[in-house]
């Protein structure tokens, strides 16, 4: 019996958990103060690999953010996941990242300025890494997808970027006109925290740039889909099969986006 693509994919997924995950901690400033990002990727690979900048979500730089990238990334790319607070903050819980990712949030000019110095950053690892700097893509979870739209939105020119169960409001919608990249947004159509009324003007946003989207709704989903740890019943919560479901959209994105 033949399998679906879906279904190689998800293999894939899988089979990469078991491979060999190297994490390295990387350091740099951004205007004078620390920041440390984390490279993420298969070391048992010694092929030059496209990389996926990684926006966690509000918890930041974590074991969970890179266990999260490598299932992500498998043995087909190369993860950079962006420090977005600085190296001296690191939440402890729900109201220190609240406090840490509303301080981002409120100056979007800050939040353009914190992931596109990670994008730079990563972009220089090629001394410590295999990387194909020619194919960069960026992907964002919760805080992160905000922030990946964000990277878009600042006109950054990336082959593409990925929101999952990411905030989709922006300050001044005419910023999308800026964007030079493909979008992909995976949603839960249930989530409470991005209402139906942020996903009509995000998609309005689009289409009024002229901007090369997709959004998909799971249905039954809400906030936080993809964390295994998200357990708030109706709010913020795990779905095993949306997030596989999501993780394999993605993979179909970027290899189009990748392959040219």
């Not at 087909?76 to 949030?105: C, H, N, T, W």
Request: proline letters at 4%; one cysteine or more.
């Amino acid at each position: 019996m033949k399998k679906s693509l879906t279904t190689l994919l998800l293999a894939g997924i899988a089979t990469a958990a078991q491979a060999d995950m190297v994490t390295e901690p990387v350091a740099y400033d951004i205007d004078g103060e620390a920041y440390e990002g984390m490279l993420v990727y298969d070391g048992s690979v010694s092929d030059s690999r496209p990389g996926l900048l990684m926006v966690p979500n509000w918890m930041g730089v974590t074991e969970a953010a890179a266990e999260k990238a490598y299932r992500a990334a498998g043995s087909d790319y190369v993860v950079f996941i962006a420090d977005m607070y600085g190296k001296d903050i690191r939440p402890q819980d729900s109201d220190e990242a609240g406090k840490a990712a509303g301080l981002v949030r409120g100056d979007r000019a800050l939040q353009r300025q914190r992931v596109n110095a990670a994008l730079d950053v990563f972009k220089a690892q090629t001394d410590r890494v295999a990387l194909d700097t020619s194919k960069m893509a960026a992907i964002g979870f919760c805080f992160g997808g905000g922030s990946v739209l964000e990277l878009a939105r600042s006109g950054t020119e990336i082959a593409g970027v990925v929101s999952f169960h990411g905030n989709l409001d922006t300050p001044d919608a005419e910023d999308a006109k800026a964007i030079k990249t493909s979008v992909l947004v995976l949603h839960g159509a249930d989530d409470p925290y991005v209402p139906v009324e942020q996903v009509q003007a995000f998609e309005t946003e689009m289409r009024d740039a002229g901007v090369d989207w997709q959004l998909t709704s799971y249905g039954g989903a809400v906030h936080s889909f993809t964390d295994p740890a998200a357990a708030m019943p109706g709010q913020a919560e795990y779905h095993p099969l949306v997030a596989e479901r999501a993780f394999a959209a993605m993979h179909l994105f970027l290899r189009e986006r990748l392959a040219e």
